[in-house]
């Protein structure tokens, strides 16, 4: 299996804000986001059909709802190839 890293950009923050489904989906799961380098903020994948992973991964999640909020935001990052630290609670 290749995983292919994720050059994409378009699902960024643009001029500093985010749009309104990220906004909200950050602040009910009490989210910061902080970057180095570049600065630039991906967006989070909120729902499994935006990961671009193989279909036998995909698979995987199919007893799933939605990717934990700690997956959404840092996958994005892991799949660009970037090194990434999540702190989330646990045992929710």
Avoid at 12 to 35: M, P, R, S
Avoid at 62 to 77: D, H, K, L, R, V
Wanted: a negative charge; aromatic letters at 8%.
């Amino acid at each position: 299996m290749n995983l292919q890293k994720d050059k994409e950009t378009k699902k960024t923050k643009a001029n500093g804000e985010w749009d309104a489904e990220v906004k909200a989906y950050l602040e009910k799961h009490d989210i910061t986001i902080t970057t180095t380098g570049d600065g630039v903020c991906k967006r989070p994948i909120m729902r499994f059909a935006e990961l671009k992973v193989p279909e036998e991964l995909q698979k995987a999640f199919c007893n799933f709802e939605e990717p934990s909020p700690i997956q959404a935001c840092t996958w994005p990052y892991a799949l660009a190839g970037l090194d990434v630290v999540g702190i989330a609670e646990t045992g929710r």
